[in-house]
Each structure stands twice: as structure tokens, then as C-alpha cells.
């Protein structure tokens, strides 16, 4: 309990530290040279992908107190339910873009580039990111 409260108080203190640095300056950012980040963005981003795992309930294979990655619907999937989650989409181009696996309930989220990051193998990532691609924006023909 300790160091949860040290680590919410080390996050705050950073946050308050970068917000007061970064009005004043601004880190380019490597996959986009023409644009910049700032550094408050820069830590909100780092800090919203740790809060995207944690404890709790697989909402596929119900197993209680595993650890979960929170989609932005809030459902919790565990590592492998979504990566063979994923796995399958990736043998079927029309289940682009993905839902959650929740859909089912009317949930109407999509998995993101960012969650498939986290599960998926590098090979498999570029896949899946060329499939929403066609599914965003067409075959290009």
C-alpha cells in the first residue's frame, strides 16, 4: 500500500515538474520530423500505457485477479486471450477493424494500434497495422 501511495506521489511530482518545463520547451518527435511533442504529452502517453495493464478479470476466459490489459472500453483481456484474439483477426481481413471481443454486448470499441503492439510479434504488429490500414482507408486501388 506504501508504495503504490510513493509511486501516485512520484508520478504527481514529475507530472507538476514536466508541466512547468515543457511551457517552455518542446522535444521533437522521431517518427514525425516536422512536428513536436510536448513533454506533458510525452508523460501522459508513457503513464497511459503502464494504467492499460493491471489486475482483474478476464472478460473471455473469466479467470479473477489475473493480469489484464484494459482496452479503452475498460473491458480486461489476458495476454494470451487477446493475442490468439488478435491471431484470429489476422487470418481474416474483413474482421478489420477489430472490436473488442465484447461487441457481442453491444460494446462498441475497437482495438488500436497500441493494444495490438503490446501482444502481438513484430511480423504479425505489421500485419495487423497494414490490415486497418485497407479497412481505414481501402486497397488503395
Not at 513536436?36 to 500505457?49: E, M
Not at 493491471?54 to 494470451?80: A, E, F, P, S
Request: with cysteine; charged share 20%; proline share 3%.
Amino acid at each position: 500500500m506504501v508504495s503504490v501511495y510513493c509511486l501516485s506521489l512520484f508520478t504527481r511530482i514529475i507530472s507538476l515538474y514536466i508541466d512547468s518545463w515543457s511551457n517552455k520547451y518542446t522535444i521533437p518527435q522521431l517518427h514525425k520530423p516536422n512536428t513536436t511533442t510536448s513533454l506533458t504529452t510525452l508523460w501522459s502517453d508513457f503513464v497511459n500505457s503502464w494504467s492499460m495493464v493491471g489486475k482483474g478479470q478476464c472478460c473471455i476466459c473469466k479467470v479473477d485477479n489475473i493480469t489484464v490489459i484494459r482496452l479503452t472500453c475498460q473491458h480486461g483481456i489476458c495476454h494470451d486471450d487477446l493475442t490468439g484474439y488478435l491471431t484470429s483477426a489476422l487470418g481474416d481481413i474483413s474482421m478489420f477493424p477489430v472490436k473488442c471481443p465484447m461487441h457481442y454486448e453491444q460494446c462498441t470499441c475497437l482495438i488500436d494500434n497500441k493494444v495490438a503492439k503490446k501482444v502481438l510479434k513484430d511480423v504479425q504488429y505489421q500485419r495487423f497495422q497494414e490490415f486497418s490500414d485497407r479497412a481505414m482507408y481501402g486497397d488503395g486501388k
